[in-house]
């Protein structure tokens, strides 16, 4: 049973940093690209970047991009969101997924995280 389990959400003030984990279980991990996606209240989810299951690949969305590295530690079977100098707009749900793709990204992804709340207060 594949499982995605994000930490690291919490309440930060705006210039502040986070750091989201999302530990996976239950895949052959290296295989999988990692998405971090967001919802914001009354907003659709968007995705806020993601990251080859090599690792060697990663894009982002505009309103993140300088702010926001995304890594992976394959042995540790966890990927990472650094967020940094958060702004309130960035307030949401945040949630890992993947998807089949080694060295490419996927168009659409398989598994899950729970999420986890970031909320930037100014």
């Known amino acids: 049973q594949v499982q995605l389990v994000e930490s690291g959400g919490g309440l930060v003030q705006a210039g502040g940093s986070l750091r989201l984990s999302c530990a996976a279980s239950g895949l052959t991990f290296s295989n999988y690209a990692t998405g971090w996606f967001r919802q914001a209240p009354g907003k659709e989810r968007e995705l806020v970047g993601r990251?080859?299951?090599?690792?060697?690949?990663?894009s982002y969305a505009d309103s993140v991009k300088e702010r926001f590295t995304i890594s992976r530690d394959n042995v540790r079977r966890t990927a990472y969101l650094q967020m940094n100098n958060l702004i309130p707009e960035d307030t949401a749900i945040y949630y890992c997924?993947?998807?089949?793709?080694?060295?490419?990204?996927?168009?659409?992804?398989?598994?899950w995280g729970q999420g986890t709340q970031i909320t930037v207060s100014s």
């Open positions: 997924a993947a998807g089949y793709g080694p060295r490419w990204f996927p168009i659409k992804y398989d598994y």
């Open positions: 990251i080859t299951g090599s690792g060697g690949s990663t």
